[in-house]
């Protein structure tokens, strides 16, 4: 199993104080050398994260797959064929949601994800959907002629009782099946944490979980007590 770390949230924090740290390029090489296999920026259309900048300096310098995930809204598409990453994710946006709140819409967009596919294809980019588990949206990716797909894992990764979390996770896995019955290469990803991955890593025929928020958080408890003892050897 492939893992994709997200860096949004180090752009976050970032902006939090519009200042210059912490860098995600920084945060980027740290995943990379950690073993991620793949490094993933939203370039949002509001750039309440990560910028232009950001994603110019991550294409120069990460060397495993940089996957930018991004909008089908014209002028990021401009900017994601002059960018040129490995992979393009798309998602739906919308301006005011915390976090990407759902799939994308494919069969109510056949027409636009045509043109878009079209111009990142010729531009070398490989193309990935970002859909619900549903077979109707998994349907449309085949028939819009995308190789991959990455499954939405949220109303998994929220269900807030047991029962919940079991049908999810079974509307999970026939997805899976669905998408690799049509030949789809399938990702998966969107509030996995360190209690609910385990599951989803072992369902066969997802290759790549993308992590975000879960992975940032844990780094700035885990990364605390580093952090103080720096801090009180300097001024000591
Ligand atoms: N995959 C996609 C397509 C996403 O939009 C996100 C959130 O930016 C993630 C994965 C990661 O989600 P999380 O930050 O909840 O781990």
């Known amino acids: 199993m492939e893992l994709g770390i997200n ?3 180090i752009a976050t924090l970032r902006q939090l104080r519009l200042g ?42 990460v060397r495993v797959k940089f996957n930018l995930e991004m909008s089908i809204a014209k002028d990021i598409v401009e900017i994601a064929c002059c960018l040129k990453p490995d ?3 798309l998602v739906p946006e919308k301006r005011k949601e915390l976090t990407t709140e759902g799939g994308l819409d494919v069969i109510g967009n056949l027409n636009t994800l045509k043109t878009v596919k079209n111009r990142l294809e ?17 349907g449309a990716a085949k ?3 995308v190789k991959m797909i990455e499954l939405h894992t949220g109303r998994y990764a929220d269900a807030k009782t047991a029962q919940d979390q079991k049908k999810y996770f079974r509307e999970l896995v026939s997805a ?24 989803v890593a072992k369902i066969k025929g ?3 979980l993308n992590i975000g928020y879960s992975i940032i958080c844990r780094a700035a408890l885990v990364g605390l007590e580093r952090a103080v003892k720096e801090m009180k050897a300097l001024i000591s």
């Open 7 to 9: 860096i949004d949230h």
């Open 20 to 61: 210059t740290e912490p860098e995600p390029a920084f945060a980027a090489l740290v995943a990379q050398s950690a073993g991620a296999d793949s490094i993933v920026a939203h370039l949002r259309e509001d750039r309440r994260h990560i910028n232009e900048r950001d994603i110019e300096i991550l294409k120069e310098v």
């Open 87 to 89: 992979q393009a994710t």
């Open 122 to 138: 010729k531009q070398g980019i490989a193309l990935s959907l970002f859909i619900d588990p549903d077979k109707k949206q998994i």
């Open 143 to 145: 028939i819009l002629g």
């Open 176 to 199: 899976v099946t669905c998408a690799k019955n049509k030949g789809l290469r399938v990702f998966a990803g969107h509030g996995l944490n360190y209690y609910n991955v385990s599951r």
């Open 206 to 208: 997802i290759e790549e």
